[in-house]
T-cell receptor
Framework: EPEVTQTPSHQVTQMGQEVILRCVPI?????FYWYRQILGQKVEFLVS????????KSEIFDDQFSVERPDGSNFTLKIRSTKLEDSAMYFC???????????FGQGTRLTVV | RKEVEQDPGPFNVPEGATVAFNCTYS??????FFWYRQDCRKEPKLLMS???SGNEDGRFTAQLNRASQYISLLIRDSKLSDSATYLC????????????FGKGTRLHILP
């Protein structure tokens, strides 16, 4: 069964450092997303991406965040200068059409120390 | 009213019991609805989509009441493996692709 894969599964970084979280969406999907979940809280939308550009972003997705699809398979989330409050589980998801059910990757646990 | 609201639980029910989850949403124009389950520190996994006519998948039944802006999930003959957090998910619009998660209801099935 096709799946969304994310690497690394766990990333520890020092405050102020840049991190790149990587995702490989399902190959025939066209819409890609990043979500985050702070421990004990709900899953929150960060950004959606279609046709090589951001289609929507939340207020959480400020100038510290960026996304990129550098090649035909990878979809990355970059946090330029991490803060303690960026510690969370980051989930990548993809879907063939917007509003349709989303398939989630297993997540990257980011710990900022 | 919160965008998507759920009873946080936890619900502690004996194995074999029937359990019902409720969810309300604030945007009356919302287009599509889903139930996901999330195990501890894992990714959300789709359980089922929710349709106006109601839908059933084995022991699971989902209902949508658009007039009341209310979604439900019923689990019959609960199993120990049903223990998880159940997330109500709403897509507010057909024009955009931002889905909104409820905070989830935790379920513990007791042996």
């Amino acid at each position: 069964e096709p799946e969304v894969t994310q690497t690394p599964s766990h990333q520890v970084t020092q405050m102020g450092q840049e991190v790149i979280l990587r995702c490989v969406p399902i190959s025939n999907h066209l819409y890609f997303y990043w979500y985050r979940q702070i421990l004990g809280q709900k899953v929150e939308f960060l950004v959606s991406f279609y046709n090589n550009e951001i289609s929507e972003k939340s207020e959480i997705f400020d100038d510290q965040f960026s996304v990129e699809r550098p090649d035909g398979s990878n979809f990355t989330l970059k946090i330029r200068s991490t803060k303690l409050e960026d510690s969370a589980m980051y989930f990548c998801a993809s879907t063939p059409t917007p509003g349709d059910l989303s398939f989630f990757g297993q997540g990257t646990r980011l710990t900022v120390v | 009213r919160k965008e998507v609201e759920q009873d946080p639980g936890p619900f502690n029910v004996p194995e074999g019991a029937t359990v019902a989850f409720n969810c309300t949403y604030s945007n009356s124009a919302s287009q599509s609805f889903f139930w996901y389950r999330q195990d501890c520190r894992k990714e959300p996994k789709l359980l089922m989509s929710v349709y106006s006519s109601g839908n059933e998948d084995g022991r699971f039944t989902a209902q949508l009441n658009r007039a009341s802006q209310y979604i439900s999930l019923l689990i019959r003959d609960s199993k120990l493996s049903d223990s998880a957090t159940y997330l109500c998910v709403v897509n507010p619009s057909s024009r955009d692709d931002k889905i909104i998660f409820g905070k989830g209801t935790r379920l513990h099935i007791l042996p």
